[in-house]
């Protein structure tokens, strides 16, 4: 597959599309953004990158940190997790509160604020600076030394965190987080915060279209098992409300933040990142959903 003229297709298709919807500003940090900035990397697994755009530009990475935080607690806790989390599609905007009170605090599904709220709690009782572990792992997974979160962004969120804030009282409400509701947020501030570039993400969701396992080093993260039930997370919770249209559309396990970063995998073939920061309603990447469209569509690849 020629997926650097793939990626030169796909850039010439959405450059008219770059603005439209919009940027994020309920961080306000988060507004002070170009619309316009458009990135795209493939790491296939044969240790291949290519590169269109805005690829090595950082970017804050949002809700994309609950996909790698929900892995560590997956290593730590295993399936106990999903006694106080979900696996269900919400239908609900990804900081919605209202199943909570009919569902006894227990979020639907790991991939929405409330459900990585809970995954948080579970790294701050784990690790004794769970920012620190986070970023430790994605420098592994990423190949990157210094992974580091942008503190004005951290902050920015944590003065906004009203509604998270709410959520995280409610939960521990019904007995659903152990640990103090400030260290949580704290800590869920923090990795929402940690700023990475396309090339980065893309070889750094690698490992879950490589059976669990880091291309190249071949160190295994989480079993076939695990791997597989994380993609079908993806697919089915990755995009909150959208997901049902964005499997439609594309036909990849994904995750998205608000910051406009998306992630993506091809089973058996490579990781995916693509970033264009306005916002469809969704809190999907306008843009970037429309790139990884043209991806499935022009390369005749998808998991269907
Ligand atoms: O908690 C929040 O609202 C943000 N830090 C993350 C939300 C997010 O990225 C949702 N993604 N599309």
Redesign the pocket.
């Known amino acids: 597959m020629d997926y650097g003229r793939v990626l030169e297709q796909i850039h010439a298709t959405v450059l008219p599309t770059l603005g439209q919807g919009k940027v994020a500003d309920?961080?306000p940090e988060l507004a002070n953004v170009s619309p316009t900035h458009f990135g795209m990397a493939i790491a296939t697994l044969d240790g291949q990158v290519h590169t269109i755009g805005d690829a090595r530009m950082g970017f804050s990475i949002?809700?994309?940190s609950k996909l790698f935080a929900l892995v560590m607690a997956l290593k730590v806790e295993g399936d106990d997790l999903w006694k106080r989390v979900g696996r269900e599609p919400s239908g609900t905007p990804?900081?919605s509160l209202v199943q909570l009170e009919h569902e006894a605090g227990k979020p639907r599904n790991p991939f929405i604020?409330a459900g990585?709220l809970v995954v948080t709690d579970i790294l701050c009782t784990r690790f004794a600076v769970p920012e620190n572990a986070l970023s430790d792992f994605l420098e592994k997974l990423s190949g990157t030394p210094a992974i580091h979160y942008n503190h004005r962004v951290e902050r920015s969120?944590r003065r906004h965190?009203d509604?998270?804030s709410a959520m995280a009282h409610f939960m521990k409400s019904f007995g659903n987080l152990r640990n103090p509701v400030d260290q949580v947020l704290d800590a869920?501030?923090r990795h929402?915060a940690i700023e990475m570039n396309c090339v980065q993400l893309a070889k750094a969701v690698s490992f879950l279209a490589n059976h669990g396992r880091i291309p190249g080093s071949d160190e295994e993260v989480l079993d076939v098992s695990r791997s597989k039930r994380l993609s079908a997370l993806m697919l089915t919770c990755g995009t909150?409300d959208a997901a049902g249209d964005f499997a439609f559309r594309v036909g990849l396990p994904a995750k998205?933040?608000?910051?406009g970063g998306i992630v993506a995998l091809i089973p058996g073939e490579c990781g995916i990142c693509v970033w264009s920061p306005p916002?469809a309603e969704s809190?999907?990447s306008f843009s970037g959903s429309l790139a990884l469209e043209l991806l499935t569509t022009l390369t005749g690849r998808s998991i269907f």
């Open positions: 309920y961080i949002q809700s994309i990804f900081n604020n990585a969120e965190s509604r998270n869920y501030c929402c909150y998205s933040g608000v910051g916002l809190g999907n």
